[in-house]
């Protein structure tokens, strides 16, 4: 199954740049998997040529441990093979074997042995399009006289996708979700700074990638747009009833069955009666307040949670606190920093790290170009 609306990527997009064009555009490529898209999109296992291979321990070093001249002997054998590609029209070579799967993952990654991953590997390639993780199964061919409904609870990115699995298995179901809109942690979180901690490239649907993220770590409202994007494009957003927070879900052994309860937009109590329940309420919806510090809420200024940030609240040469130091901390306190008079950071426990030196950096119109029509890139 391959999306057939929004703004998701669908095979390779034809191309008809100059050489020269495309010459300007790889000297902005990353290198270590130029090659190996290239031989994915093309069936041309020539290009991976061993002498050019990256070296798994220096990847993290400038230029990726690559020296001078390899860097020149990539671009110019990526050159040649994209002028061919072009040239016969942007054909895309065969389905790769597994084998040859494995043996361009392997060069990407600087040798090692990933046949373990393979299966991981060729679910998240999506070869050709096809959604490897769909049901294989369909409620009209196992149980076609049995009533089935499923309610899921929350209508973040785990909700939008039990619900799209649902779908293409033929059950009935309905998505409760306590706010008006899509997107879970990506509505609720509006701190100064508040952006994805993961490359969207990976954070993101394997059967609805988008080649134009604007960064490569991208922020709230991007992100919050992804869900609505994906929600539109799979005809969820009918299936949800908004503004509606469930309270309580009580199984019965006797009926095999739950009762949910829920609370309207109204604000009036009701209950539905369901087959199955899938919470995808995350972990992040309820901010955890220091409460058990001596004295906490009896400081008379402002005060509030990270995940529940006051815009109202003016921090300009203010003094600030901030307890913790985690994920959210190391977003908004470089962000209010240079506004606040003093600013305080209490950690209890020092988080792990691991330099990024592109967290907060555009993806360049070139980058965009190769992820658009090296879909594998």
Known sequence: MSCSAGPFLHGVEPFTESDDELRAILRHAVLPPLLPALAYATGDMSLLRAELCPDALLVNLPAFGLTNEQAVAIRKLALEAMVRFRDGGCQQGP???????????????????????????????????????????????????????????????????????????????????????????????????????????????SFA???????????????????????????????????????????SDRDLNWTVTFRSAEGSEQNVVVDAVVSAVGQLNRPNLPSSIPGFGTFEGPAFHSARWDHDVDLTGKRVAVIGTGASALQFVPEIAPDVGELLVFQRTPPWLGPTPDYHDPVSDELQWLYQHLPSY
Not at 103 to 120: C, N, T
Not at 222 to 251: K, N, P, S
């Open 95 to 205: 389905v790769p074997s597994e084998r040859d799967v494995l043996r361009i993952m392997e060069f990407a990654v600087g040798g090692g042995d990933m046949a373990p991953y393979l299966p991981l590997l060729e679910e998240e390639l999506a070869h050709r399009g096809e959604d490897r993780r769909a049901p294989t199964w369909h409620k009209d061919d196992v149980a076609p006289e049995v009533p089935f409904t499923v309610a899921v609870i929350g209508a973040g990115l785990s909700g939008l996708v039990a619900g799209h699995r649902l779908r293409q298995a033929g059950v009935d179901f309905v998505i409760f979700e306590k706010n008006h809109d899509v997107g879970g942690t990506w509505l609720e979180n509006r701190y100064p700074g508040c952006r994805v901690d993961n490359p969207n490239h990976n954070y993101s649907y």
């Open 209 to 251: 990638q988008r080649h134009d993220w604007p960064f490569h770590y991208s922020t709230q409202p991007v992100l919050q747009q992804y869900a609505r994007d994906c929600a539109e494009a799979f005809g969820l957003v009918e299936t949800i009833r908004f503004g509606t927070e469930v309270t309580d879900a009580v199984w």
